[in-house]
Nanobody
């Protein structure tokens, strides 16, 4: 069983930055992937970014590429999402997700992830 604890959400103004953190606990495999998804009321949960444990390759949604960066510490104890240039459309509840054995073709698919955090809210408003 894996548990994920998120932190770092809040309210900011357009153009500001936030850093979200995800701390997984429990057993993960070398081919695990950790991702961030986000969701607003009435909409599907959408992929934001992912990082694979094996090789550290990163993947981004087109809407955040160049503004958001997913990274991990050396021991894979924390996976962060640095969000720069935030805009009102980035407002959502952000979820950390982890899947053991996520294949590349499913890296952006929420159904590929077995474990989810509780979510942290990000509000971007002037």
């Amino acid at each position: 069983q894996v548990q994920l604890e998120e932190s770092g959400g809040g309210m900011v103004q357009p153009g500001d930055s936030l850093r979200l953190s995800c701390v997984p606990s429990g057993r993960t495999t070398n081919n695990a992937a950790t991702a961030w998804f986000r969701q607003t009321p009435g909409k599907e949960r959408e992929f934001v970014a992912a990082i694979r444990r094996n090789g550290g390759h990163t993947y981004y949604a087109d809407s955040v590429r160049g503004r958001f960066t997913i990274s991990r510490d050396g021991s894979w104890k924390t996976i962060d999402l640095q969000m720069n240039g935030l805009q009102p459309e980035d407002s959502a509840t952000y979820y950390c997700a982890l899947g053991n054995g996520v294949i590349l073709s499913s890296i952006r698919n929420k159904n590929a992830y077995s474990y989810w955090g509780q979510g942290t809210q990000v509000i971007v408003s002037s």
